[in-house]
């Protein structure tokens, strides 16, 4: 699903809406999955988005670990979970828009 997404959070502190608004937007591919994450010891829904440009495919942000949707209004998503910086967990959300 082709999408432009805007996190909520820098390293696990909120952004003010502003501050949100005056970042470009992620846009590229949205794929949400189940994977074995060895250094956890489970497995997590993964969800990532993905260039969508070029013919390699690289993530556009971090991986949000044990994602679940918070809510959905038509083309309108809001997805949490964890992702992980320089081996630290932040908590974040994502504000994603369907194309």
């Not at 992620?26 to 794929?31: D, S």
């Not at 250094?39 to 690289?58: I, N, Y």
């Not at 964890?82 to 908590?91: C, L, N, S």
């Amino acid at each position: 699903m082709r999408v432009e997404i805007r996190p909520m959070n820098l390293r696990g502190k909120v952004m003010k809406k502003a501050e949100r608004d005056a970042l470009a937007p992620a846009c590229g591919k949205l794929k949400i999955f189940e994977n074995r994450i060895h250094t956890l010891g489970r497995t997590v829904r993964v969800a990532q988005v993905l260039s969508t440009t070029g013919d390699t495919e690289f993530e556009l942000l971090p991986e949000l670990l044990d994602a679940e949707v918070i809510w959905l209004d038509g083309a309108l998503i809001r997805i949490r979970g964890t992702e992980v910086i320089d081996g630290t967990a932040f908590g974040q959300t994502w504000d994603i828009k369907a194309l």
